[in-house]
T-cell receptor, first 113, second 113 residues
């Protein structure tokens, strides 16, 4: 039981490049989330998926797109990376809504030059 | 507007001393309240949560928190801190019927031997 896994762990991009961050969970959870963590800002929700087939914007969705590929996988795409997207990205999953605790992946550290 | 405030950015305590980390929230609905811990280079782990009922909740690793509605606070406490408790602690709030948490900016705890 791996929990929530994220790939890659580290990534360096140049401005304007695109990339996809991958997230998978093996706990059969309905809900999945993408956060970014910046110094002094805590965690901010980018997008979430309440259940398979649905996605919704969070607090800071601009510049990102997501895909809930199936119940296990939830990917985050940066179409044209900007230095302001330099951050640590966390994926999380939960059984359903806020009643279920969120389980976090180990994070992806992204630097955009 | 909904918000979570952790007024202490850094706290330093000696090993064996007691600890209290402050969290204040502003939320229109009945809040669901959480404390998470993040060790360096790791994702977040749930320490405890409050939904309803007894306002003093027990969590893992010997932590507890008390919900005080009149003060809009949910402070985290531990009677005797261990060196392994050095980490960053996040308070989060949400409400029933939503899938979104709001996280505080975090308190970084340093433990002196």
């Amino acid at each position: 039981n791996a929990g929530v896994t994220q790939t890659p762990k580290f990534q360096v991009l140049k401005t304007g490049q695109s990339m996809t961050l991958q997230c998978a969970q093996d706990m059969n959870h309905n809900s999945m989330y993408w956060y970014r963590q910046d110094p002094g800002m805590g965690l901010r929700l980018i997008y979430y998926s309440a259940s398979e087939g649905t996605t919704d914007k969070g607090e800071v969705p601009n510049g990102y797109n997501v895909s809930r590929l199936n119940k296990r996988e939830f990917s985050l795409r940066l179409e044209s990376a900007a230095p302001s997207q330099t951050s640590v990205y966390f994926c999380a999953s939960s059984e359903g809504g806020l009643a279920g605790r969120q389980f976090f992946g180990p994070g992806t550290r992204l630097t955009v030059l | 507007a909904q918000s979570v405030t952790q007024p202490d950015i850094h706290i330093t305590v000696s090993e064996g001393a007691s600890l209290e980390l402050r969290c204040n929230y502003s939320y229109g609905a009945t809040p669901y309240l959480f404390w998470y811990v993040q060790s360096p280079g790791q994702g977040l782990q749930l320490l405890l949560k409050y939904f309803s009922g007894d306002t003093l909740v027990q969590g893992i690793k010997g932590f507890e928190a008390e919900f005080k509605r009149s003060q809009s606070s949910f402070n985290l406490r531990k009677p005797s801190v261990h060196w392994s408790d050095a980490a960053e602690y996040f308070c989060a709030v949400g409400s029933s019927g939503t899938y979104k948490y709001i996280f505080g900016t975090g308190t970084r705890l340093k433990v002196l031997a």
